[in-house]
């Protein structure tokens, strides 16, 4: 479960670019995917083995902060020129 929540998460976060200073392509791949990887990180601390349903609902507070903190950051590393369609897409 925790890696389909990962998933539709970072699914939603990839789609969420833009904003900040203008890099390279390379250096923009490099950028979001820290921001990516420390995301999943986080994730993976998430307790959800077989959770009470008070501790599941912990959980998905927590996925979704977890989540929305990586779209805030990934918002702000603004794609070089010609990227910017594909990101956007």
């Keep these: 479960m ?3 929540v990962g998933v ?3 699914a939603l976060v990839a ?8 890099r390279s392509h390379g250096e923009f791949m490099h950028a979001a995917g ?8 986080r ?12 501790r599941a609902a912990a959980a998905l ?12 950051d990934l ?3 603004k794609p070089p020129k010609g990227d910017e369609r594909d990101v956007a897409a």
């Design 2 to 4: 925790r890696a389909v």
């Design 34 to 41: 820290r921001i990516c990887r420390e995301a999943n990180d």
């Design 8 to 10: 539709v998460v970072l």
């Design 75 to 77: 918002r702000r590393v």
């Design 43 to 54: 994730f993976a601390q998430v307790d959800i083995v077989r959770p009470t349903a008070d």
């Design 15 to 22: 789609s969420a670019c833009g904003g900040g200073g203008r």
């Design 61 to 72: 507070t927590e996925v979704l902060e977890i989540g929305a903190a990586a779209m805030r």
